[in-house]
């Protein structure tokens, strides 16, 4: 049976009263191929410099770049009790420490634009046209994303094409200024209640969202108009990490997501969503791989009637085909009383990134 084309999609979900959308890593493929593609940080690092911090993430049995750093300055600040003549490990922890912030912050760079002129205005009116579908008109729903890269949020605050009419998408996320410092180059999030009528949500958090401890701060560009490289260094300096779920396994990940509370609020937002038995749900970009389970199974366990999923390629290779038995899988969770359908769609066709 062939694939749908996207419209074809979107002029079926006409019958549901909402679309969401889900992304994953092939949203930011399709865009740039040359640097963003499949795989973990971790995987992409280079720790030759360095060889022994990998020891450290295997006794931590983490990939999580922050919570070896962290472990590596605590230790160093333990180990005098313990140790009477430790001074040599001890500046050795914390020189590594500072080697991964650095290894961090050039893989983050190595694969991503630095700034958004980095990026044709071309592509980003062609995207905007593409979440237009989720994110304008009566049919608006909630676009939910499994990236941590800034190419969504580039597209939301990127300038409409000139020459014709706006596309006003809802780009609300749950983020605004601090009573405190109304002019601050950032903004924090707003909380639980503020956060319930956001219709973006970053689901594994974002290079752009930072940590502070006491708040969760989200930089823009057009507050601060600094590379992405900058921003991230002068961050990790105050102590301040990017906020972004990127390795390991789906309950790795979910016990991330229980311990941070915008983290959790965009999983209970996913899950509140797929609850109503009025909506449906795309997928672009996303091999449904296990590793997500936290977030997919949602979806086995959820109400809307109707799952569109993206194919790209031919949809009998090994890979598609992979995909294709586990979204009827993920369908196959439901009760009776509420089915779901799968339906599958030529992603290729959704344009969303232009020729």
């Known amino acids: 049976m062939p694939l749908m084309t996207f419209a074809e999609a979107i002029e079926d979900s006409a019958q549901y009263s909402k679309r969401h959308l889900l992304l994953g890593n092939g949203f930011s493929i399709a865009c740039r191929a040359d640097i963003f593609h499949y795989g973990s940080l971790f995987a992409q690092a280079d720790f030759t410099q360095v060889p022994e911090v990998e020891a450290v993430f295997a006794a931590l049995g983490t990939q999580d770049f922050e919570q070896a750093i962290r ?38 760079a190595g694969n991503h634009p630095h700034v958004p002129p980095d990026i044709p205005d071309e592509k980003f009116w062609t995207c905007r046209q593409f979440l237009a579908n989720f994110l304008a008109g009566n049919k608006a729903g909630t676009v939910f994303t499994l990236n941590y ?3 969504l949020y580039w597209t939301l605050m990127h300038d409409d094409m000139p020459f014709d009419d706006p596309i006003n998408l809802a780009i609300n996320d749950g983020f605004g200024n601090d009573e405190d410092e109304p002019d601050a180059e950032y903004v924090v999030w707003q909380g639980e209640t503020n956060a ?5 949500m970053f689901l ?6 930072f940590d502070s401890g006491k708040e969760l ?3 823009t560009w057009i507050r ?5 490289i900058e921003q991230a260094r002068a961050a990790i300096a105050r102590d301040a990490y990017p906020l972004f779920v990127a390795e390991g396994t789906s309950a790795q990940k979910k016990a991330k997501i229980r311990h941070n ?26 091999s449904l791989a296990e590793n997500d389970d936290h977030i997919l199974k949602r979806i086995g366990k ?18 598609n085909q992979r995909i294709m038995n586990r979204a009827h899988e993920l369908a196959a969770m439901r009760p009776d009383r509420w089915p779901l359908e799968v339906a599958f769609y030529d992603a290729a066709s959704a344009n969303v990134w232009g020729a």
């Open 71 to 108: 472990s590596l300055e605590n230790a160093a600040r333990i180990l005098p009790p313990y140790i009477a003549h430790g001074d040599e490990a001890i500046a050795k922890m914390l020189e590594h420490a500072e080697a991964l912030k650095e290894i961090l912050l050039q893989t983050i």
């Open 224 to 228: 601060k108009g600094v590379p992405l």
């Open 261 to 286: 509370a915008y983290l959790y609020q965009g999983f209970k937002q996913f899950t509140a969503n797929v609850q109503q038995g009025k909506h449906c749900l795309f997928v672009y970009g996303h």
């Open 204 to 209: 594994h958090g974002a290079l752009h969202l």
């Open 149 to 151: 890269d800034l190419l």
């Open 217 to 219: 701060q989200k930089y």
């Open 302 to 319: 959820g109400r809307f009637r109707e799952l569109y999923v993206g194919i790209y390629g031919d949809p009998q290779t090994d890979d």
């Open 196 to 200: 319930h009528s956001a219709s973006v």
